[in-house]
């Protein structure tokens, strides 16, 4: 099990951009993959973003690729989620995740951080 602690969630105006952080316990992540999903209210939780342990390899969301890049450093045992143009519909509770196996199953990601908010305004 591994603890995970999310930051740098806020309000931002439609077209800006925020950086969200995910800092894990373990003494190293690397053997991890590490995603992002957000919940909006009164929506289910969604995989948006994903990266595999080495970082090689990511995936992600049709509503925020392009837009979103997700990104780790393994000797700091970070995880980064940079969004850009963002949209009012992007507000939402997002949360980090880490797991084992693939990358599009969400079912893989099994330790969760508490969320941070981002909302959006137009």
């Known amino acids: 099990q591994v603890q995970l602690v999310e930051s740098g969630g806020g309000l931002v105006q439609a077209g800006g951009s925020l950086r969200i952080s995910c800092s894990a316990s373990?003494?190293?992540?690397?053997?991890?993959?590490m995603a992002w999903f957000r919940q909006a209210p009164g929506k289910e939780r969604d995989l948006i973003a994903a990266?595999?342990?080495?970082?090689?390899?990511?995936r992600y969301a049709d509503s925020v690729r392009g837009r979103f890049t997700i990104s780790r450093d393994n000797a700091k045992n970070t995880v980064s989620l940079q969004m850009n143009s963002l949209e009012p519909e992007d507000t939402a509770v997002y949360y980090c995740?880490?797991?084992?196996?693939?990358?599009?199953?969400?079912?893989?990601?099994?330790?969760w951080g508490q969320g941070t908010q981002v909302t959006v305004s137009s």
């Open positions: 995740a880490a797991g084992l196996g693939p990358l599009i199953i969400p079912e893989t990601f099994r330790s």
């Open positions: 373990r003494r190293t992540i690397s053997s991890l993959a």
């Open positions: 990266i595999s342990g080495s970082g090689s390899s990511t």
